[in-house]
């Protein structure tokens, strides 16, 4: 099992952007798959972005898709989610989530076992 940190969140105004990282410990980093979920206030915790243990195909939401992009350093235990052309909108909690090899639904707070603490994102218009 993996323990998950987020780290990067902050205030932007409207078209910045920000880095978030998510730090794993433990072991076999590179046998999860990895997601980012976010959640507005008085809002559902909602996907936003995964990527497989084995690097291959990403997927996004298409409320960020064209302006988000997943990625991951097996080196580093890490998985990070550049965010530009950020939007009032895009204001929320952001999780990054894991399990162990394939999601049975990655599109799903329930397709991800272990969750970090989350690190919240404001966006200024």
């Known amino acids: 099992q993996v323990q998950l940190v987020e780290s990067g969140g902050g205030l932007v105004q409207a078209g910045g952007s920000l880095r978030l990282s998510c730090a794993a410990s433990g072991r076999a980093f590179s046998m999860y798959s990895m997601a980012w979920f976010r959640q507005a206030p008085g809002k559902e915790r909602e996907f936003g972005a995964t990527i497989p243990w084995n690097g291959g195909m990403t997927y996004y939401a298409d409320s960020v898709k064209g302006r988000f992009t997943i990625s991951r350093d097996n080196a580093k235990n890490t998985v990070y989610l550049q965010m530009n052309s950020l939007k009032p909108e895009d204001t929320a909690v952001y999780y990054c989530?894991?399990?162990?090899?394939?999601?049975?639904?990655?599109?799903?707070?329930?397709?991800?076992?272990?969750w970090g603490q989350g690190t919240q994102v404001t966006v200024s218009s």
């Open positions: 989530a894991a399990v162990k090899l394939y999601s049975r639904n990655m599109y799903s707070t329930s397709g991800y076992d272990t």
